[in-house]
């Protein structure tokens, strides 16, 4: 008998084994049943969750109320249940669960047992759940995600949003009893070096490993097997091992040497596959397969010269990256994340920033293969607390970074600050600042070393703020390998030049420090135009001032490594007012992927392939005044890595223009109505063309021209700016003094708002009860009258208003380095308007009817008569009357 049970159960291991393999798993995203707030008992069997919503994993609570009004969003437990069926999958195996990311502190709980917790956002993280499951039922699964602020979980405060949510996705993982360790920091369990790598050999180390959870000790044999690029066999290894049980066990490969091999590098990413295997010795049966990237590359970073990659001088140009989309938060499938590093190639970059926190897998596994070279980093950001804790747990993210990434031929350098004296919390120049400043130096230097320690291999970074004595008293400037300066002169300061001068500056004083550019950015609302840019205005055209400046300065500088611009995408920032409330602009991508001029400027200065694009593409309705010709001529920007470039407009050629840095400026005569540009190239013979098309609303040289009769008109006032309605097809242009036979203001000024760098073009308040923000942060402040010319006939009037004066001392925003407004005197304001001599406001009070800091539109149906025009009156009655925008169209 115990021999037939032997055979049986030996059969049945067997067919149980060819049916399910030596490793398998799979997600459990959907379905999941979920509610916000805390749930007493919600990981218990019987709690009652159907009134509860069902959603799929990614998932974020935050995708609506972090742009939504009013300011602020949730920030607190949400809680995930889904009964789960595991089949005979599980039988005689381990059973793991696995997370890709969760923000921040998360809780799982299997058939209403605690199983574990995992402190952080952005790290994956496993659990062994073998004990908890029960195989060939379904089974409780409950995970409890709290995204609150807590003192000693990196990060504390940061210039993007902390969505909550099980935002990557989650696995089920099955193994054999004897496999490679899954729960080394949800690693691989496969760690591969190579100590010395040439144009003719390649040292490879492998340390793996093994896990054996079964009650016996277990003879195994763990081989390695390596594939070329081209899919070759090229190299096996393998080693005998016993390990008993219940035991995790080290197995360290040395000295595996591939003779003459193709290297990993930015323009070839050769790629080999190591398929690390474990083997029943006796049977020959595969417990176990894990399969890990391998790039042989050698890398060092020249103070005086700057980055090479076997050898090879590459200036590193690339951009950060936050993991957000328009109306998805951070819950991203996989494809959109493939989708930006496949951008990021498309603009010819060769560099990624993760930042500021480690992301999803695949974002590393695109970066590996289309050779983008990338650094980490946790989310150590702005300040910290003085706690053991709040280190450990920085050291602990770091641990985790650094192996679930280990073996990634893209990654070279680890980081572990950012702008960590951006926000110190207490006042300068005090004893307990000082105290605190030795505190930050304590903390940099242990999660330095234990960077060092787990990996000594890759390079170690700090990114600084422009306060550069600040990191020096925190002693920091000289303690990673590299450094990197996040840097805006020109934006938040005055002085484009003044970047120029910060890097030669700290390369003179510091000659054998090799350092990056990590952040340079101008915010550009992608509705925002100017042919009078200036600074903090955030249209394209300053942004495109600022990076080519920029662009130039870098790339003038061989001790300069490299850059990052900030950032690829336009990102969710909550605390953020500006041009478009809760979101940072500085992306050269919008928040849905179209790409701005910024975007282009690079494509057309890194690519090499022969290239012509025209801007402003996303600016399809346009307007301007006319002149004597019926014609209103606009700049209009067009990239290429030609020497000239033919264009034409309407089908007619308006000549052949030189390329300068990568840029064409050309006078465009826009008509009225759809206007179509051309630009081309030749290139070895062959015609490479760029279209662009927009409708062009023109205002008439006079109102009153039956040519060219009147029909709308739309106008900023105490603004230089255009602002595209994109939604309801409309231009609003900038306003101008009025002129007999035209339209404009008479009186007034234009507010400009006070900063401590001088004064800014527009508001950033976020105005409530619009998504139009531009057209109310902007007024003419005491204007008398706007006049328009236009001929008889009954009009709508619509005239846009909003306080913006509250008297009220504003909060500052770090992040905006000084740049945020200084508080005026205000004791109200109220102002009558007339129009055509008609009393329409009276007593106008906005901040009494609807409060400070909110959108209101009034619409007036008005009669033009005796060739008057339209006369819109302004009255003060207390302090300076204001219109912010003024919206005119012929009814009939």
């Not at 997600?27 to 218990?44: D, L, M, P, V």
């Not at 969003?73 to 089949?87: C, D, F, K, M, P």
């Not at 593409?617 to 000239?644: C, F, H, M």
């Not at 003419?780 to 236009?790: A, P, Q, S």
């Amino acid at each position: 008998m115990k021999i037939k049970f032997f055979l049986f159960t030996f059969l049945f291991a067997s067919i149980f084994a060819s049916t399910f393999g030596a490793r398998s798993s799979y997600t459990i995203n959907e379905a999941w049943r979920f509610s916000k707030g805390e749930k007493q008992g919600a990981h218990s069997l019987i709690f009652d969750d159907q009134k509860w919503e069902v959603v799929n994993i990614p998932h974020t609570w935050n995708a609506v109320d972090a742009v939504s009004e009013p300011l602020g969003y949730y920030r607190g437990e949400g809680w995930y249940r889904r009964n789960i069926y595991i089949g005979e999958e599980a039988v005689d195996r381990q059973v793991y669960i696995y997370f890709e990311g969760a923000n921040q502190i998360t809780e799982l709980f299997v058939n209403e047992q605690k199983v574990g917790k995992h402190i952080g956002g952005y790290t994956r993280f496993s659990f062994d759940i073998t004990d908890y499951i029960k195989p060939d039922e379904f089974n409780l699964f409950a995970i409890k995600v709290d995204n609150s602020y807590h003192p000693d979980i990196p990060p504390l405060a940061a210039d993007f949003t902390f969505f909550g949510g099980v935002y990557r996705d989650v696995y089920l993982k099955f193994t054999e009893k004897v496999h490679i360790s899954l729960t080394d920091y949800a690693s691989s369990g496969v760690y591969i070096t190579t100590p010395q790598v040439s144009h003719e050999k390649a040292s490879v180390s492998i340390r793996t490993l093994v896990e054996n959870t079964s009650e016996n000790p277990a003879d195994v044999r763990i081989e390695h097997t390596f594939i070329s690029p081209e899919g070759i066999e090229v190299k096996k290894q393998g080693v005998l091992a016993n390990i008993r049980p219940g035991n995790r066990y080290e197995n360290i490969q040395e000295e595996i040497i591939i003779n003459n091999p193709l290297l990993w590098g930015v323009e070839n990413p050769h790629l080999y596959t190591v398929y690390s295997r474990i083997y029943d010795p006796v049977s020959g049966r595969l417990l176990d397969e894990v399969h890990n990237p391998l790039g042989l590359r050698w890398f060092r970073f020249d103070a005086k010269e700057g980055f090479f990659l076997n050898d090879e001088h590459i200036k590193l140009i690339g951009t950060n990256r936050h993991q957000c989309y328009d109306g998805m938060g951070n819950a991203l499938p996989d494809q959109m994340h493939v989708r930006d590093v496949m951008l990021l190639k498309e603009m010819g970059g060769n560099f990624l920033r993760v930042s500021h926190y480690p992301q999803d897998p695949v974002i590393m596994e695109m970066c590996d293969k289309l050779g983008i070279i990338t650094s980490v980093e946790i989310p150590a950001i702005n300040y910290i607390t003085e706690s053991e804790a709040f280190t450990q747990n920085s050291i602990e993210m770091a641990r985790a970074m650094i192996r679930q990434d280990f073996n990634r031929p893209s990654v070279l350098i680890w980081i572990h600050q950012n702008e960590i004296m951006l926000r110190p919390p207490f006042e300068r120049n005090t004893d307990r600042f000082d105290e605190y400043t030795a505190n930050v130096a304590r903390y940099g230097k242990a999660v330095e070393e234990a960077i060092r320690e787990e990996d000594p291999y890759r390079y170690t970074m700090l990114v600084f703020h422009g306060a550069q004595s600040l990191y020096e008293a925190a002693e920091l400037v000289e303690l990673p390998m590299l450094v990197g300066w996040n840097l805006y002169q020109g934006w938040y300061s005055p002085h484009l030049e003044r970047f120029d001068q910060f890097m030669d500056n700290f390369h003179e004083k510091y000659p054998d420090i090799p350092f990056f550019i990590s952040e340079y950015g101008a915010d550009v609302d992608p509705r925002l135009y100017s042919f009078d840019p200036e600074r903090f205005d955030f249209t394209a055209e300053y942004g495109n001032i600022y990076h080519e400046h920029y662009l130039r300065a870098i790339m003038n500088r061989p001790f300069v490594m490299g850059a990052n611009i900030w950032n690829l995408n336009d990102f969710h920032s909550e605390l953020r007012g500006d041009a478009m409330p809760h979101i940072n602009n500085k992306g050269i991508m919008t928040t849905d992927r179209k790409p701005k001029d910024t975007y282009l400027l690079y494509k057309a200065f890194l690519r090499k392939d022969p290239l012509v694009m025209i801007g402003s593409k996303g600016w399809q309705n346009r307007g301007g005044v006319a002149d004597e010709n019926g014609i209103t001529i606009q700049p209009l920007k067009i990239y290429s890595n030609a020497e000239e470039v033919e264009v034409m407009h309407n089908s007619r050629k308006l000549g052949v223009f030189p390329v300068v840095n990568n840029v064409v400026e050309v006078q465009i005569p826009f008509v009225h109505g759809p206007n179509t540009v051309e630009a081309s190239i030749n290139s070895d013979g062959k015609v490479i063309r760029d279209l662009y098309h927009s409708v062009f609303r023109q205002i008439p040289a006079d109102l009153r021209d039956p040519d060219h009769p009147f029909t709308e008109i739309n106008v900023t006032l105490g603004s230089k700016r255009y602002f595209e309605d994109k939604d309801g097809a409309l231009v609003f242009i900038p306003e101008q003094p009025y002129s007999e036979g035209s339209w404009g203001y008479i009186g007034g000024e234009r507010n400009l708002p006070r900063s401590r760098f001088g004064a800014l073009p527009a508001s950033e308040i976020n105005i409530l009860g619009t998504d139009h923000d531009p057209i109310f942060q902007t007024k003419r402040i005491g204007i008398e009258e706007f006049r328009l010319d236009v001929p008889n006939g009954r009009y709508a009037v619509y005239l846009y208003f909003a306080e913006l004066e509250t008297g009220v001392e504003r909060m500052a925003l770090v992040y905006n380095l000084g740049q945020d407004l200084i508080r005026e005197d205000f004791d109200g304001r109220k102002f009558h308007v007339n129009i055509n001599g008609s009393r329409v406001l009276n007593d106008f009070d906005m901040t009494e009817q609807v409060g400070s800091e909110r959108a209101i539109i009034k619409k007036f149906n008005v009669n033009a008569h005796n060739d008057d025009g339209l006369r819109i009156q302004f009255e003060s009655i207390l302090d300076r009357p204001v219109l912010n925008a003024i919206r005119v169209y012929r009814m009939y």
